[in-house]
């Protein structure tokens, strides 16, 4: 059986070191202002290249550049500039919609991915974007069967890439989902002057409307239905499907969203990648990843348009649906390494012994874990409060930058 390549979303060092521990194949994040998350995450620069490659390559994994917004000519110098420093960098490719970044690309030997934003829905739409591209994400809008008829058409007719091999094909596996045809959304644009087409979308779909007949004044308020925000893709109830549809890439959605989120469901999604592999994919190890994912920030589930569902499955809120949250407690002050023991200063609530922690930093990532033994102020002892020093067993060096969160049950309105 292929091995599917799962590519995690890094909106920063957090995020990207938690991907890189919980066992993504690649990832993919934005630099400056020319990709479609650019307001909605601090974002990387053209510095933090290097790093970023440095990183990734001591664990073997791909690194994907976005460039895959609306491109105006006052924009083409930055992206050649982006672009050339990218390829000084070692990036492994860009992702690109706009044909100008597609060939500036192109002309200095990097490697092109052609981002949903294109909106491919057939084989010969495929066929032409061979000529430039290697990796293509499909139309989201696709279903499975529309999907595997595209894989195989690949297959038999032998359709290659630029570098000689076989175009693979990406398609979403799990978050976010736009009311638009492949996020072609101009709500924002018309309402706020921010394009979302330039990473800018102010998130209107999201909010609850009232509707009003103007011919009669009636007015309906759409209560527990959010009929323009979609619930969030997920997948990992017919992953078996996913791979045998042929596809060579699933990314996950989420550079906007915290560093806990991209070890979750980077986690899950690793596990039941091999376990699809291994052939120990079953319905009790799907509620239990399911039940994981439900702890971090989602809108509900449901499985897009890839099983031929009806339309209309959307969420129930304006915010998260996750069954826990963070608290913060303080930052990191010290690590020991020969005693493996971190030290904190509470800053805010209180650390009880038996609490589940999360540690975050953007060397850290985001590690999780349970407070099984702790010392308060240098005594041994269950609990510390605002302005105490705790010291904590663990594993992993820990840093002044490093944040410490209590995670608890969250209460999720029905």
């Not at 390559?57 to 924009?75: A, G, Q, S």
């Not at 070692?90 to 970044?101: F, G, K, L, S, Y």
């Not at 309906?220 to 499907?241: A, G």
């Not at 994919?281 to 509620?287: A, D, L, Q, R």
Request: proline share 2%; with cysteine.
């Amino acid at each position: 059986m292929q091995q599917i390549e799962l590519m995690a979303p890094a909106g920063n060092f957090e995020s990207l070191q938690a991907a890189l521990d919980n066992g993504a194949n690649s990832i993919y994040f934005g630099v400056d202002q020319l990709n479609m998350r650019a307001r909605a995450t601090v974002n990387f620069t053209i510095a933090n290249l290097p790093e970023i490659v440095t990183r990734c390559e001591e664990k073997n994994v791909r690194t994907y550049l976005t460039l895959n917004t609306i491109i105006y000519d006052h924009d083409l110098s930055v992206v050649k500039t982006v672009l050339k420093q990218a390829k000084e960098a070692n990036i492994t490719a860009v992702i690109a919609m706009d044909q100008a970044v597609i060939s500036a690309a192109r002309e200095i030997g990097m490697e092109v991915h052609i981002s949903t934003q294109l909106n491919i829905t057939n084989i010969e739409t495929v066929k032409f974007y061979a000529l430039f591209a290697d990796t293509m994400v499909l139309s989201r809008e696709l279903s499975l069967r529309q999907v595997k008829k595209i894989t195989e058409q690949i297959e038999k007719e032998q359709i290659k890439g630029p570098s000689g091999r076989l175009v693979e094909i990406e398609i979403f596996g799990h978050g976010a989902l736009c009311m638009a045809v492949s996020g072609k959304c101009y709500m924002s644009l018309h309402s706020h002057n921010s394009s979302a087409n330039r990473g800018a979308c102010k998130q209107n779909c999201r909010k609850k409307y009232t509707v009003i007949d103007q011919e009669t004044g009636f007015e309906m308020e759409l209560d527990n239905e959010y009929i323009m925000s979609p619930k969030d893709l997920c997948t990992i109830d017919f992953l078996d499907e996913i791979v045998n549809a042929g596809i060579k890439v699933l990314k996950i959605e989420g550079r906007g969203r915290a560093p806990e989120y991209v070890a979750k469901v980077i986690k899950c999604y690793r596990d039941a990648i091999d376990s699809v592999r291994n052939d120990t994919y079953s319905k009790e190890n799907v509620i239990s990843w399911m039940q994981e994912l439900e702890k971090v920030y989602n809108r509900g589930f449901w499985s897009g348009y890839y099983l031929g569902q009806k339309l209309g499955e959307w969420s129930t809120g304006s915010g998260s649906h996750a069954t826990q949250k963070k608290v913060y407690l303080g930052k990191g002050t010290h690590f020991y390494p020969k005693a493996k023991i971190g030290e904190f200063k509470i800053e805010a609530f209180d650390l009880t012994l038996g609490d589940t922690i999360l540690i975050t930093g953007p060397t850290t990532g985001a590690k999780e874990m349970e407070v099984t033994d702790m010392m308060v102020n240098n005594t041994k002892s269950g609990k510390g409060s605002k302005g105490d020093f705790v010291t904590i067993p663990i594993d992993f060096r820990i840093r002044p930058s490093d944040k410490l969160y209590k995670i608890v049950e969250n209460k999720v309105e029905a």
